[in-house]
């Protein structure tokens, strides 16, 4: 038996609450299933929504465009996170603010000195393009990838909205990795 939606047998189409309502829970579901982690699952069912509520009036499947696209959040998540490589907090300065990122990585003794001098130099050079960053943006990526808050905490730790947490984190991302490009530390 086939149901016709409503945009093929003439009837309205539906709103976005009616499709956040009958799909958040099989969207989560869905992305917990890819992902193995609720708050990040949780980050991309919101990131979808908020994908098809700006381009709403442009998308003729909504339903099929959203599974499409928590499946493609989801997959870059996954890709994004292999290539993070964790640099250990040190404690901050009391006269700081907020603390900073180690320069020195735990070492792996049976790797070899040439290897944990790559690895040294690309913290450092990281650490350069991390300071390229206006305040703001550099204050998300800490919380996303020292504390590793979900988008949601760090709207509410910020007084940013989710959104706007989303946008600072990409751009940031993309400048950082621009950077890191330019320096020849990623291809």
């Known amino acids: 038996m086939t149901v016709a939606r409503p945009e093929e047998s003439g009837a309205a189409p539906e709103s976005i609450e009616e499709l956040f309502s009958s799909l958040e829970s099989p969207l989560l579901a869905y992305a917990l299933r890819l992902l193995g982690d609720r708050e990040s699952a949780q980050d991309i069912v919101q990131e979808s929504f908020m994908r098809l509520h700006a381009q709403f009036s442009d998308v003729r499947e909504p339903r099929r465009w959203l599974y499409r696209t928590a499946h493609n959040l989801a997959i870059n998540h996954l890709r994004q996170s292999s290539r993070v490589i964790p640099l250990e907090p040190i404690p901050a300065d009391p006269s700081e603010d907020s603390p900073t990122f ?45 504390e590793d808050l979900s988008y949601k905490e760090i709207a509410e730790r910020t007084g940013l909205g989710t959104g706007h947490v989303g946008y600072l984190l990409h751009h940031a991302l993309k400048a950082l990795g621009s950077e890191l490009a330019r320096t020849g530390l990623v291809p």
Not at 125 to 131: Q, R
Not at 139 to 145: A, I, S
Request: net charge negative.
């Open 102 to 146: 180690s320069h020195q990585p735990q070492s792996d003794p049976d790797s070899l000195p040439d290897a944990q001098i790559i690895r040294l130099e690309g913290i450092g050079l990281v650490h350069l393009s991390l300071a390229t960053l206006d305040p703001r943006s550099r204050e998300v990526v800490r919380l996303k990838f020292e």
